[in-house]
């Protein structure tokens, strides 16, 4: 199982870009999954996330901003970014917190990060 997040670049304050993540691999079920953020020097923080009923829920400053949502059929997990500001500049990284997959005869069940995009605001 991974997790292939796509998406990052650069944008101009006030432009919008669309991250993306898929999971991929002998997958039976994904609970809750989200989006976190690491910019230089601080610690990573999460910005949003999702259950697999599609419940939501976003850290202060990017609500009204930032939007999440999945796609289960997929396995696909979205974070439409508006309104960027520089402060939005960060790696961004997706989390699935728990996968069900089938490995060999067994399941297990594991948390999963994505590999990170870079996102960067700047005029």
């Known amino acids: 199982v991974q997790l292939q997040a796509s998406g990052g670049g650069l944008v101009r304050p006030g432009g919008s870009l669309r991250l993306s993540c898929a999971a991929s691999?002998?997958?039976?079920?994904?609970?809750?999954m989200g989006w976190y953020r690491q910019a230089p020097g601080k610690q990573r923080e999460l910005v949003a996330s999702i259950t697999s009923g599609g419940s939501t829920n976003y850290e202060d400053s990017v609500k009204g901003r930032f939007t999440i949502f999945r796609d289960n059929a997929k396995n696909t997990v979205y974070l439409q970014a508006n309104s960027l500001k520089p402060e939005d500049t960060a790696v961004y990284y997706c989390n699935a917190d728990r996968i069900t997959y089938l490995s060999g005869s067994f399941y297990y069940t594991h948390e999963f990060w994505g590999q990170g995009a870079q996102v960067t605001v700047s005029s």
């Open positions: 691999g002998s997958i039976y079920s994904i609970n809750d």
